[in-house]
C-alpha cells in the first residue's frame, strides 16, 4: 500500500504562485510513478501532470503548460507542483496521485492505483 498526503493549496490571486507538495509513504521503494490531477464541481477529473520515478520524464497538460512544473525529491519521497501564473479556471480540487512506473496513459485516472485526499487551490480573479 501507499499512502499520499497533499499540503500547500489555498487562496491566491490571479497571476499568483502556489506549490503543491505530495509526500508519499508505504511501499514506495518499487519505483513509483507520481502525478497530478484536478477536478472542479461539476466536472470530471482532469490530469495535470505526471513525472516518471527517476524525474527522466515529464508530462503537462496542455492548459498548464509554461505554468505549471512537475518535480521529485527521491530522498523525501515528495512530488511537487509549482504552479505560476494562476487562473481563475485553476480552481479545483488537486489530488495526488500513483502508480507503477511504466510509461505512457498518463492522463487515464483509471490507470492509478493511489490517490491522496485532495487539496483546494482557489484562484480569485
Known amino acids: 500500500q501507499v499512502q499520499l498526503v497533499e499540503s500547500g493549496g489555498g487562496l491566491v490571486q490571479a497571476g499568483g504562485s502556489l506549490r503543491l507538495s505530495c509526500a508519499a509513504s508505504?511501499?514506495?521503494?518499487?519505483?513509483?510513478?507520481l502525478g497530478w490531477f484536478r477536478q472542479a464541481p461539476g466536472k470530471e477529473r482532469e490530469f495535470v501532470a505526471a513525472i516518471s520515478w527517476r524525474g527522466l520524464r515529464t508530462t503537462h497538460a496542455d492548459s498548464v503548460k509554461g505554468r505549471f512544473t512537475i518535480s521529485r525529491d527521491n530522498a523525501k519521497n515528495t512530488v511537487y507542483l509549482q504552479m505560476n501564473s494562476l487562473k481563475p479556471e485553476d480552481t479545483a480540487v488537486y489530488y495526488c496521485?500513483?502508480?507503477?512506473?511504466?510509461?505512457?496513459?498518463?492522463?487515464?485516472?483509471?490507470?492509478?492505483?493511489?490517490w491522496g485526499q485532495g487539496t483546494q487551490v482557489t484562484v480569485s480573479s
Open positions: 508505504g511501499r514506495t521503494s518499487s519505483g513509483l510513478l
Open positions: 496521485t500513483a502508480r507503477s512506473n511504466y510509461p505512457g496513459d498518463y492522463e487515464n485516472p483509471n490507470a492509478y492505483n493511489y
